[in-house]
């Protein structure tokens, strides 16, 4: 029996007593997964594991409170869930964590990069080796790390870091994390890096799937973007509202944003928003030594404090 | 139907007329009424509506809400609007005073079938802010006294001091072409009407439904009561008419929001009988 | 009607002779997306690939100034304060180099609701009026296209006032309306008779790749009677997480909100484009919502194409069939199952 | 909404380097301004009434009063507007004149700033709210901390007001600086003659509850709701047991123990009674120097204790109390005289401080009265004073001037001669200070009928020669190097905070200065009161003083108390954070964030919401900060309040964005 | 709305009521001279201040934001000045990706009794921004500019 039947058998297994059990089906086209909500065991049937296997279902179980709930888990993943149960935003004893090892997921938008266009899309064989795509009628093959998600090639959790059902061997491996994504994007000069915002958010539609594809931005409906009290922003399409925003998302993840890389996957058109995050973790990790949804009991550290700061200076002038 | 000026064909339909507020009445501590003479003699002149139509008020640079012209088009010395603190406009126009400007776009919606009415009974069931596009109605049937049958009103709030038209109240009571009756929902000192919630007294009043509509608007709560207490009496759905409040910004139809299914209560609406409301989807 | 040949490098003169009389819009990539934006010499337009988003701001921008305001004291009584209003229209001439053409169809679904015989939205009007569609032909539907369930076709014209045909060389250019017959008049134009029939094999082609469209005459009234069938759209909607990318990509999404700007003693009140799937949409003042959850609202969304907007406007359904919603959710829901199962659905009992 | 501005010129404070009136010009150009108009004196009385006659006259609903800094004068308007029939919230000061007219000299500049801040104020008051405070009930009992006289005298106070007072002292006996003194000036009246009968008062007092060898541990609450956690620290005896007759004392062997009260001027037994008329008058056990205690060899206390008090095994234990209001008064502690080391302090035997000179003097101290130099024994003949040992020196940290310390000099020169009339004595001094009533007479009389000879200037260093001391200086008035041979050497050491202040200060929430003094909500017109409503200061712990003013401040610190607990319920400032029902997420931040435990989760419709308990918050808008949605909001410091500032500063309008 | 015509740069100061307001106004009672760039917006407590007043005005248009609290361990509130401390750190380790130069910034703490401190702040921070000069205004201008500058990259 393969890892995925055993993940189904004990899914059927745990259904009776749960309300749902969300994991991932195929979607559309031969490249795309999508959310998949078993409630039967014809449901669980369509359950698939694969490096398509892109969404972070984390994401759905604030919405959920209140009903039992399983969900599928990449390692990744199970680091939203610690900080939603961290932060009380979801109660333990309603939700049954599925986990398998990971081996990395794709970037769609890395293969579209490489094929030019999805429309037509006709198969994919993707492995942790190679991801083989057919498109119109030829195929491409791709080293797995090229097209695999840039969050996998820094990868510390292949496993879950919690999970009430944990199918195959555990994988400990960790990679390094440089944070060089940051620290070359800050090598630039700084007309460079203002430059880059304004362009890349003056593409922004403010159609907010970053945030509500976000684990961790739990205000959802009661967000201050849409808000006229608190009126931190306007309606206003300018660059500087739509950029003010992903500052205000960015400022309320920090010390809690498990880099899930959801809201830069969500965006439809294509703005590198983790790079904002990945900073502020980096700062966070070298201040406070501390990286969200990695402790269930601890308190994100915006949250808390210490009289005696170890790494901030009393900035006495 | 829609013949005057906002709502013709190359009339720009959000750009409102601007208006003067000439008359602030604090009805109840939540409640203020705004008297609305628009500042183009003209438009004043040319403006015309029929009871149960809504505005827009426009407080420029909060945004605009929406309200019912309580005044009735038989008194066009001002519109007058009465308007309950919700939200950030509402709050705002609290902030008025005599004087200030303020943006009108009106008339909007449908309105009671006052025409089709003629030679009813007629039973006026509000409560709370819901007397507002009541009064409007109330206050042309006693202008067109002859064209209709008995007229009763039951007008119900919270306490006393939540009862808003305090000024008019005596002479509801006490005119003989119409029966009134006031009630609030728990005793008070220096009360003299009934009290006890509107569907109860409604009971007790015992109206004939007998060539008779009633017209009913308030709280959800005390409206799906009252519609229990009706259908007790006798009234039939097609007999009852109420008017709907719903969250709308464009007043003409396109913006998507106040839709229920295929009716969008900005033009379809506010005013529906109940009988309309069965057929509507689930969705208010 | 006349046909004209754009070879492949008379493009961007081609474009840069139309900027000098109109704004011309062009998609462009940018980043990861492929936008639409003014065009500039320095860039050439991405006409192969579709774009990421509609062309709809070109009429319809995301945030559009309806008016002006502007209070000013009285000289006497600093106390008495007078209002003055501007209303703002663009009424410059505009066009629309390369969309697809059930994106440019996508504004019949604005006329009927926006330049009706009752109301016109002014400012919508001064646009449409004054903007020209330069459509281009889909050759090969894309896994989300499905134009052709929904009246349209890959080479569908309804929305275009001069049609392109991409050939090896170039591009076969036929003018559909009047008003477009002017933009073909450029020297940089050759006669296209000669190549209208290999235009029209093309066309043909194009058409003959399209998979078969299920036919929908039934949704309307099916989608309807699914209304009271919390469990159908709560099951339907699960997936969706309520952001706007599929209403604010599609070319037929027309809801805005309203608000005003202000500061100091001026101010302006903004129509910017809102999305049924977000949860403040029809939040009321009081608190109350009548959608309140993912399911209400994507029931409204999908309503609103198949269902309520066909009942009232002779069965058009508001949907175009451009796939965006399906191809950048970031989710995947797929409007076209929706409405298959919607179709399927056993019939309610009656309420 | 029409807004009034008042533009003040404070006579010239404001109105020489700012353009008052174009200001006011300027202002009537704001939105939602109706009225603006210039003032001579905003505060006075005609301009109160003209601010009440304009609200009135133009129907204002809200005020801007461009003035001096709220933190001087918000109350005084506050009132003002709620004269006019306003509330006090909506009304806000522009601070024009600690903030721009007194910090320079630029009139167009200063003009543009004032300009400025009446923008931001009018913007913030075009967004703020109407506030109505809350009562709540108060606890009618006040903590004094310290039980020196100015301790003594709020204690005294408040309980014969009427009030239950908690007294808590430090050491084994209330009595402060002022039992160890001999005599005070100007009256050379016996310092514990006055003092006792205070002592025995608070002992007798039935309002009052002494905590003696106890510090405060802790302090939570609120204004009229205060919860007090203090320790009890061991004293080995039962002081519900012991009578404090001193057979201990008498037989105890370890008489080598350090002597505290006599400023280590002598010695003392372990167990000791630290002075005959200590208040509680009972026996505690220094472990330091108790021999059970250290080597668990002797026990004779407890052999020879009448009433057996005595209790090894004691350990320090916690009381809990509860009160509506706070006096601290922890007075002060002695400059630290080893630091000069040119003196020679702690390392010449002759070389004592004041305090330790005053236990000379004094007829109780360990030489009963008599003037014996600490190294022979020997009466000595030459006495030199030094002043300003740890005042008015930068290059100690201390530039302040003690204040008292050129009187007690003056009185211990006088009592030297007093006590041995073959005396001479020297004060080398800096200037002399004594604004006092009758001081300056004093001093005169130390000089012209004591002989005291005064030199003013500084000394170099003082070095031993034989038995006698050198005292080398410079006498500033002669222009001329002096040296005086000395017998005996007296620092006037200066005063400096008591230790332990700032840790007191933070369990208190008050601030502090740079030396650990404590601040006083307004140097003039607050003096008794901190920024901590209900907590009051009394005596040194603000700053150094002499006796008549410590015990003024102790009754000013009473009346306040008592003023105070006049009504049976306070006010709460409704400047509180409030929750949005309907934009809580339930996420519970707040409540974790909150330094005072005043949010609570509650239940609303089976969700969890937060909820503000009203009375606890303190109105610091953590939550605020902490909430991502802006759910919970400080009233009066709302987002959208402090947004409409920055917005009245820097904004782009929309115009600017239109394409 | 600003009357600002002269040669001062726009910097906003956000200072807490109970420690660096009165600092501000002991600095004035003191007659300490300072810039006059400086507009200060009173809170009650650095913990009140979010960080994204700070990006707020940065984007709006101001050249400098100072903020100022009480010392660590002697808040008012005991607590805010401790979050405020994390909270203004990590914004100002922000900046930088943004693009916005992070001496832009300032947070400091200064007690009531500090008026010569609190000149010395002022000072200090007025220099530092004149040297940076006046930011870069968020507007359509610099829209236009960095779309060319992208292009060159």
């Known amino acids: 029996m393969s890892n995925l039947d055993t993940l189904k058998a004990k899914i059927k297994e745990r259904l009776p007593d749960l309300d749902m059990v969300v994991g991932w089906e195929q979607g559309f086209d031969p490249l795309r997964a999508t959310p998949l909500f078993m409630r039967t065991e014809e449901d669980v049937d369509r359950l698939i594991w694969n490096p398509l296997c892109v969404h972070n279902l984390a994401t759905y179980l604030p919405g959920l409170k209140g009903r039992k709930v399983g969900v599928v888990v990449k390692g990744c993943d199970s680091r939203s869930i610690i900080e939603l149960l961290q932060e009380k935003l979801i109660n333990r004893d309603d939700i049954v964590v599925f986990s398998m090892p990971c081996e990395g997921v794709v970037s769609v938008r890395k293969i579209q990069n490489r094929i030019g266009s999805l429309d037509y899309v006709e198969s994919v064989e993707a492995d942790t080796g190679t991801v083989k795509v057919t498109v119109d009628g030829s195929s491409q093959s791709f080293g797995f790390p090229d097209v695999a998600a840039s969050k996998c090639g820094r990868c510390q959790y292949h496993t879950a870091l919690l999970s009430d059902e944990f199918v195959g061997e555990p994988n400990n491996e960790k990679a390094e994390d440089d944070y060089s994504d940051v620290t070359s994007f800050e090598a630039r000069p700084q007309e460079e890096r203002l430059a880059f915002w304004m362009t890349e958010m003056q593409r922004c539609i403010q159609c907010y799937a970053c945030r509500n594809a976000c684990p961790l931005c739990v205000c959802r409906d009661h967000c201050v973007a849409q808000s006229r009290d608190p009126h931190w922003m306007t309606q206003e399409n300018s660059t500087q509202n739509k950029w003010f925003f992903q500052v205000i998302h960015a400022m309320h993840l920090a010390g809690r944003c498990t880099e899930c890389g959801e809201c830069e996957r969500a965006c439809p058109v294509g703005i590198p928003l983790l790079l904002l995050k990945r900073k502020l973790n980096k700062e966070i990790e070298e201040l406070f030594d501390y990286k969200a949804g990695t402790l269930i009991d601890s308190t994100p550290p915006l949250q808390a404090f210490k009289v005696e700061e170890d790494n901030i200076n009393e900035r006495g002038w | 139907m829609l013949q005057n000026t906002q709502t013709a064909k190359d009339a720009n339909p959000y750009l409102p007329s601007i208006g003067t507020i000439v008359e602030i009445i604090e009805e109840t501590p939540n409640i203020k009424t705004f008297r609305v003479v628009l500042n183009s003699e003209g438009d004043m002149k040319n403006f015309t509506f029929h009871p149960g139509q809504v505005g827009q008020l426009s407080v420029f640079g909060t945004g605009e809400s929406t309200f019912v012209i309580n005044s009735p088009p038989t008194r066009m010395d001002y519109l007058q609007f009465s308007v309950m603190k919700a939200g950030e406009v509402t709050a705002m126009l609290h902030t008025l005073s005599v004087g200030d400007q303020i943006g009108v776009r009106a008339p909007l919606g449908n309105w009671f079938p006052y025409e089709e009415l003629k030679g009813k009974d007629i039973v006026f069931i509000g409560g709370g802010i819901g007397m507002a596009p009541l009064r409007t109605l109330l206050l042309y049937m006693l202008d067109n006294r002859a064209d209709y049958g008995k007229i009763t009103l039951l007008y119900g709030a919270r306490s006393p001091e939540d009862m808003a038209f305090k000024y008019e109240l005596p002479d509801w009571l006490e005119r003989d072409d119409m029966e009134t009756t006031l009630t609030i929902d728990a005793e008070a000192p220096g009360w003299e009407h009934s009290v006890g919630l509107i569907p109860n007294v409604l009971q007790e009043m015992n109206p004939s439904s007998e060539n008779c509509m009633a017209i009913t608007c308030g709280p959800p709560i005390m409206i799906k009561f009252t519609l229990q207490a009706l259908a007790k009496l006798g009234f039939k759905d097609d007999q009852i008419l109420t008017t709907l409040e719903k969250r709308m910004k464009c007043g003409v139809g396109i913006c998507g929001r106040c839709n229920i299914g295929t009716k969008y209560v900005c033009v379809d609406g506010p005013v529906f009988t109940y009988a309309q409301l069965k057929e509507l989807p689930n969705e208010l | 009607m006349a046909v004209k040949f754009l070879a492949k490098d008379n493009l961007v003169p081609w474009l840069a002779e139309l900027a000098e009389t109109h704004r011309t819009i062009v998609p462009k990539r940018e980043g990861e997306a492929v936008v639409f934006r003014p065009f500039a010499k320095e860039e050439a337009p991405e006409l192969s690939a579709r774009p990421t988003e509609s062309p709809k701001s070109a009429i319809f921008p995301q945030c559009d100034t309806l008016m002006s305001f502007r209070y000013t004291k009285d000289e006497e009584d600093p106390g008495k304060v007078l209002l003055d209003l501007r209303e703002m229209k663009d009424e410059s001439p505009a066009v629309v180099v390369g969309c697809r053409s059930c994106d440019a169809a996508g504004f019949n679904t604005f006329d009927r609701v926006y330049m009706t015989d009752k109301i016109t939205d002014q400012n919508y009007r001064a646009r449409r009026e004054n903007t020209l569609f330069v459509t281009i032909i889909c050759e090969k539907p894309a896994t989300t296209c499905f134009c052709n369930w929904v009246g349209g076709s890959p080479t569908d014209t309804s929305g275009a006032d001069v049609r392109m045909t991409p050939l090896e060389d170039g591009w076969v250019l036929e003018s559909i309306t009047e008003k477009g017959e002017p933009l073909l008049s450029s020297t940089l134009l050759k006669d296209g008779d000669d190549r209208a029939g290999d235009a029209e094999k093309i066309r043909q082609q194009a058409k003959e790749r399209m998979p078969e469209a299920p036919d929908l005459s039934e949704a309307p009234g099916k989608v309807l009677a699914l209304f009271e069938n919390n469990d159908f759209w709560e099951a339907e909607s699960a997936k969706c997480i309520s952001c706007g990318a599929c209403t604010y990509l599609c070319p037929t999404c027309y809801c805005f909100n309203i608000t005003d700007e202000s500061s100091g003693m001026e101010g302006v009140r903004l129509r910017t484009w809102d999305n049924c799937m977000s949860h403040q949409f029809t939040m009321e003042a009081s608190g109350h919502n009548p959608r309140p959850t993912k399911a209400h609202r994507l029931k409204n969304r999908v309503g609103h194409k198949f269902s309520y907007y066909p009942n009232i406007h002779d069965g058009n359904i508001s949907c175009v069939g451009c796939g965006r919603c399906i191809k950048s959710c970031p989710v995947s829901v797929d409007i076209r199952s929706i409405v298959l199962h919607a179709i399927a659905a056993p019939a309610e009992t009656e309420k | 909404m029409k807004i009034g501005v008042f533009v003040c010129h404070c006579g010239s404070n404001i109105a020489g380097t700012v353009n008052v009136g174009s200001v006011a010009e300027e202002a009537l150009k704001l939105p939602s301004v109706a009225f603006a108009s210039d003032t001579m004196y905003a505060c006075s009385e005609p301009g109160q009434d003209a601010i009440i006659e304009a609200i009135k006259e133009h129907r204002l609903d809200g005020v801007v009063v461009a003035s001096c800094s709220p933190r001087m004068h918000e109350p005084t308007f506050r009132k003002t507007v709620e004269r006019a029939g306003l509330n006090r919230y909506m009304f806000e000061m522009a601070n024009i004149r600690e903030h721009v007219s007194w910090i320079g000299k630029d009139k167009d500049a200063n003009t543009r700033k004032a300009v400025d801040l009446v923008a931001m104020a009018v913007a913030k008051l075009t967004q703020d709210r109407e506030l109505t405070p809350k009562t709540f009930d108060i606890n009618k009992r006040v903590l004094v901390i310290g039980g020196g006289v100015a301790g003594i005298q709020a204690a005294l106070d408040c309980a014969d007001g009427g009030l239950e007072v908690v007294l808590v002292e430090k050491t084994s006996s209330i009595g402060g600086k002022m039992s160890k003194l001999d005599k005070t000036f100007p009256t050379v009246d016996c310092s514990s003659c006055i003092l006792g009968p205070k002592m025995v008062d608070v002992a007798q007092h039935p309002n009052i509850t002494l905590y003696a060898s106890s510090e405060v541990a802790d302090v939570k609450g609120y204004v009229g709701n205060f919860n007090v956690s203090i320790n009890r620290k061991a004293t080995y005896v039962d002081w519900a047991a012991c009578t404090g007759c001193g057979l201990c004392m008498e037989k105890c062997p370890s008489k080598k123990s350090r002597d505290v009260f006599n400023e280590e001027i002598g010695t003392t037994t372990a167990i000791n009674i630290p002075f005959p008329q200590a208040i509680p008058k009972k026996a505690s056990i220094d472990p330091e120097f108790c021999l059970k205690l250290t080597k668990g060899k002797c026990g004779v206390c407890e052999k020879v204790c009448p009433t057996n008090a005595i209790r090894f095994e004691q350990k320090q234990e916690t009381a809990e109390e509860a009160v509506g209001a706070i006096i601290t008064a922890t007075g002060y502690d002695l400059f630290d005289y080893t630091r000069y080391e040119e003196y020679g302090g702690g390392r010449y035997a002759d070389v004592i401080t004041s305090l330790q000179y005053e236990r000379l003097l004094s007829a109780s101290g360990p030489t009963g009265g008599h003037i014996k130099r600490p190294s022979d024994g020997k009466e000595p003949k030459d006495v030199v004073f030094i002043q300003c040992v740890g005042s008015r020196d930068k290059s100690v940290d201390r530039p302040y001037c003690s204040g008292f310390c050129c009187m007690y000099t003056a009185k211990q020169a006088i009592l030297t001669k007093d006590h041995l009339p073959e005396s001479q004595s020297y004060v080398f001094y800096m200037d002399i200070r004594a604004p006092g009533k009758l001081y300056d007479e004093f001093t005169r009389r130390a000089m012209e009928e004591y002989g005291t000879k005064y030199i003013r200037g500084r000394v170099a260093m003082v070095y031993p020669k034989g038995d006698k001391y050198i005292v080398r200086g410079a006498d500033t008035l002669m222009g001329a190097q002096v040296e005086v041979e000395a017998d005996l050497v007296v620092l006037a050491v200066g005063a400096e905070a008591a230790k332990g202040a700032p840790q007191l200060a933070e369990k208190l929430r008050i601030s502090y200065d740079a030396y650990g003094f404590y601040m006083e909500s307004h140097p003039k017109l607050r003096p008794v009161e901190t920024n901590t409503a209900g907590v009051f200061l009394a005596g040194s712990c603000q700053g150094p003083k002499d006796i008549p003013t410590s015990v003024g401040q102790g009754s000013a610190a009473a009346a306040k108390v008592l003023a105070l607990f006049s009504k049976d319920q306070l006010e709460s400032d409704p400047q509180v954070s409030v929750v949005d029902i309907k934009r809580c997420v339930g996420c519970g931040k707040c409540i974790q964030t909150c330094p005072f435990g005043a949010i609570e989760e509650m239940d609303f419709r089976g969700m969890p919401k937060a909820n503000v308990i009203e009375t606890i918050c303190q109105g610091c808008g953590i939550c605020t900060s902490t909430c991502p949605q802006g759910a919970i909001q400080l009233q009066h410091f709302t987002d959208n309040q402090i947004l409409a500032e920055v917005n009245a500063i820097c904004q782009q309008t929309p115009a600017q964005n239109l394409k | ?153």
């Open chain 5, 1 to 153: 709305m600003s009357a600002n015509t002269g040669s001062e740069l726009k910097i906003v100061g956000f200072l807490c009521n109970w420690c660096s307001y009165g600092g501000a106004d002991t600095a004035g009672v003191g007659r300490f001279q300072q810039p006059t760039d400086l507009r200060i917006i009173r809170v009650p407590c650095s913990g009140r201040i979010d960080p994204l007043f700070v990006l707020k005005s940065l984007f709006n248009g101001a050249d400098g934001v100072l903020v100022s609290g009480c010392h660590p361990r002697d808040c008012h509130y005991a607590e805010g000045n401790f979050y405020a401390r994390r909270r203004l750190e990590v914004l100002k380790r922000f900046l930088p990706i943004l693009g916005i130069d992070e001496r832009r910034f300032e947070y400091t703490w200064v007690s009531a009794s500090e008026g010569q401190k609190w000149k010395t702040v002022v000072q200090t921070f007025t220099e530092r921004i004149h040297e940076l000069g006046p930011a870069p205004k968020l507007d359509q201008c610099l829209m236009e500019r960095a779309q060319a500058m992208a292009m060159a990259v």
